[in-house]
């Protein structure tokens, strides 16, 4: 029997905020455990919320950007659990009137082809603490992550493969990171999935009997689980049993999924207005104002792109990976960088800076206004693209001024004269070489002409001193 793969997704994406969802506490990633917390956090008897506005329009720019129809009022509710890092025992998010409705989610299928993903909704609600379990048997709860603004997206359920479920939340973090809604840190939790996974026969209406996997936070545990999740309901199912709502959870090393609990259906977990905080009202104001600071969309970019600066499809992929990135380039045509120069510097130095130096390109301590200045002397010959790299480096490496370095660095000599005499001197000590380029073998001429930079110091021009050398040859 042929079977086809369901998935829906439920993905958490922590909102890049200053303060917490209902209280003034920091929101920061990585600070002493418990530092981060008040009577509001920690849910103190007697201590009140009060929904931080910063959140919403947060919340407003992602459901803009998902294409959600952003309803005028809605409502937080208390969803009750237990779980030791909840200390509240519930959780104040939204259920029966979420803040936006409907949406979607474009992604790539496996085919290449372009699909989008429905979306139920997203709603507004508070992160719980974090547990870590030591190896000596103990478990130690951190607060610090407690009412954190989160986002929830749930999308409806579609036929799709694992690699495309992994496309679908690689397409939502980038958005969300674009619009600076989420940072996107899978590693840090900052964004995570919950995957419900079902299967059924190909000739069949009614999807199957899902399970959740929970707390997903990377690309190749979404993909993988969905895999090997289908196929261990196909092979219960075949087997003569039924798949069980449950939740299970992944375990990368060994490539299963466990059983972790039976699935809560919504009347289990007592939803119930939260009675401390006032609807939500969010005016078409509120919704124009948080569309117009939107930044240049990355589709509108690419578009512009193509057509003003001429630059190949194949190069804009990865220059529209993150929009700081785009920024930087652009700064650097700006400047009066050709835009060639600009995306093979970027793609190439600057890219490999980056990664050698584990930075994003918000840090990276030379501007796009010094840099502008060596790649415009190395367009107009007055230095080499050797010479412009070295001075990168020495910039990155020492903490120089990029443009003081350049001031201080010699011209590439282009007088004939001077040249010449360079260029003799080298085809006199090598007189095999030579002979092999006028016996037809051309590869000894980048030889030589290192012989000439080597014997001026990097200061002869390239160009010109290979066009010398092939004239007297």
């Known amino acids: 029997m042929s079977w086809n793969t369901v998935v829906g997704l439920e993905i958490h994406a922590q909102m890049a905020t200053q303060s917490k969802m209902f209280c003034a506490c920091r929101r920061q990633a990585g600070a002493v455990p418990n530092s981060n917390i008040c009577p509001v956090c920690v849910g103190w008897p007697g201590a009140l919320p009060v929904l931080q506005g910063e959140a919403v329009r947060c919340a407003i720019r992602a459901a ?63 992160d719980a603490g974090k547990s870590s379990h030591e190896e000596d048997g103990t478990s130690r709860i951190d607060l610090n992550r407690c009412s954190s603004p989160l986002l929830e997206i749930v999308s409806e359920p579609l036929l799709m493969s694992g690699t495309e479920a992994a496309s679908c939340v690689r397409s939502v973090r980038a958005l969300l990171r674009w619009v600076g809604v989420c940072d996107g840190d899978m590693e840090k939790g900052n964004l995570r999935c919950d995957v419900n996974v079902s299967v ?87 919704i124009q104002q948080q569309s117009g600071s939107l930044p240049e969309m990355p589709e509108d970019r690419r578009q512009r792109w193509l057509k003003e600066y001429d630059f190949p499809e194949r190069e804009v992929v990865p220059l529209l ?16 960088v050709k835009p060639a120069s600009a995306s093979n510097w970027f793609r190439g130095e600057i890219l490999k800076q980056l990664n050698e130096r584990e930075e994003r390109i918000e840090v990276f301590p030379v501007t796009a206004q010094s840099l502008a200045l060596v790649i415009k002397a190395v367009e107009e010959d007055r230095i080499s693209v050797a010479t412009g ?48 380029i006028r016996g037809g073998d051309d590869r000894a001429i980048g030889f030589l002409v290192g012989q000439v930079m080597k014997l001026s110091k990097g200061q002869a021009h390239p160009k010109k001193v290979q066009e010398l050398m092939r004239a007297r040859i």
């Open 389 to 436: 790299k070295e001075l990168l480096q020495k910039s990155l490496d020492k903490g120089s001024d990029l443009k003081t370095l350049l001031e201080s660095t010699d011209e590439q000599v282009q007088d004939e004269g001077a040249l010449g005499e360079w260029v003799d001197q080298v085809l006199s000590e090598n007189e095999d070489a030579v002979n092999k």
């Open 321 to 336: 990976s993150r929009r700081e990135n785009g920024d930087y380039l652009e700064s650097l045509i700006l400047e009066g």
């Open 64 to 126: 803009i950007c998902l294409g959600c129809d952003i309803q005028e009022l809605s409502r937080f509710d208390r969803k009750n659990y237990f779980y030791p890092d909840l200390p509240k025992g519930y959780q104040i998010s939204q259920f029966y009137h979420p803040y936006a409705l409907g949406g979607s989610i474009p992604f790539t299928r496996d085919d290449g082809s372009a699909a989008v993903l429905p979306l139920v909704r997203i709603h507004m609600e508070e």
């Open 200 to 286: 059924m026969p190909e000739e069949a209406v009614e999807f199957g009997t899902r399970a959740e996997l929970k707390n997903l936070n990377s690309f190749v545990s979404i993909e993988r689980s969905v895999v090997v999740e289908t196929a261990r309901q196909i092979e219960v199912i075949e087997g003569g049993g039924q798949v069980v709502q449950e939740t299970r959870l992944w375990d990368q090393d060994k490539e299963v999924t466990a059983s972790m609990r039976g699935k809560e259906d919504s009347p289990d977990y007592r939803y119930f207005p939260e009675p401390d905080l006032p609807v939500v009202w969010i005016t078409e104001d509120d």
